[in-house]
């Protein structure tokens, strides 16, 4: 089955300390994922997705197949950073599968 | 910036009613969907829509959904007989090409009372 778990519902650090979301996927094939983020009272939007291989705001994934993950993470995180954090998985069709998601809160 | 939009922002209505939703995509992407946010819980994919025809749906879409593109510019959802689990945000998004990067709207929030 496919699917995307997000292990935390709920992340909170303090300012300049270093974040993980967590993101574990299943799906056999070879996957694309994302992730997206929502701001208080704004859209979804994407944040990155592992094929561009880009540091966005700081952050960055990198898709481990061995250990079917797709962690999220920033060194120092901002209390800007404050916000929901969705990983997402395309798996080649025209359904792109999201997890549950992580509210991550950076507290001053 | 171009972005999708949607209307109406809130929906409030009774149950057994229609409702339709409104999308409008960005004006040349070709791929567009809807999703479904039930207070508390995950994004779920609904429906995929492609060259004027469903590409994909999920278990969720059943007989009571249909979609529509009835012009070139807005994209349509339609419930028919609306139950009280229908209440959720929703959420249209639509994408240069499958597998890219999906511009999302403000979402809908539909209230079945």
């Known amino acids: 089955a496919q699917r995307v778990t997000q292990p935390e519902k709920l992340l909170s650090v303090f300012k300049g300390a270093p974040v993980e979301l967590k993101c574990n996927y299943s799906?056999?094939?070879?996957?694309?994922l994302f992730w997206y983020v929502q701001y208080s009272r704004q859209r979804l939007q994407l944040l990155l997705r592992h094929i561009s291989r880009e540091s966005i705001k700081g952050f960055t994934a990198d898709l481990n197949k061995g250990e079917t993950s797709f962690h999220l993470k920033k060194p120092f995180a901002q209390e800007e950073d404050s916000a929901m954090y969705y990983c997402a998985l395309w798996t080649g069709g025209f359904k792109t599968i999201f997890g549950a998601g992580t509210r991550l809160f950076v507290k001053a | 910036e171009p972005e999708v939009t949607q209307t109406p922002s809130h929906q409030v209505t009774q149950m057994g009613q229609e409702v339709i939703l409104r999308c409008v995509p960005i004006?040349?992407?070709?791929?567009f969907y809807w999703y479904r946010q039930i207070l508390g819980q995950k994004v779920e994919f609904l429906v995929s829509f492609y060259n004027n025809e469903i590409s994909e749906k999920s278990e969720i879409f059943d007989d009571q959904f249909s979609v529509e593109r009835p012009d070139g510019s807005n994209f349509t959802l339609k419930i028919r007989s609306t139950k009280l689990e229908d209440s959720a945000m929703y959420f249209c998004?639509?994408?240069?090409?499958?597998?890219?990067?999906?511009?999302f709207g403000p979402g809908t929030r539909l209230t079945v009372t």
């Open positions: 004006s040349n992407h070709l791929y």
């Open positions: 799906y056999s094939g070879s996957p694309e």
């Open positions: 998004a639509s994408s240069e090409n499958n597998g890219f990067e999906q511009y």
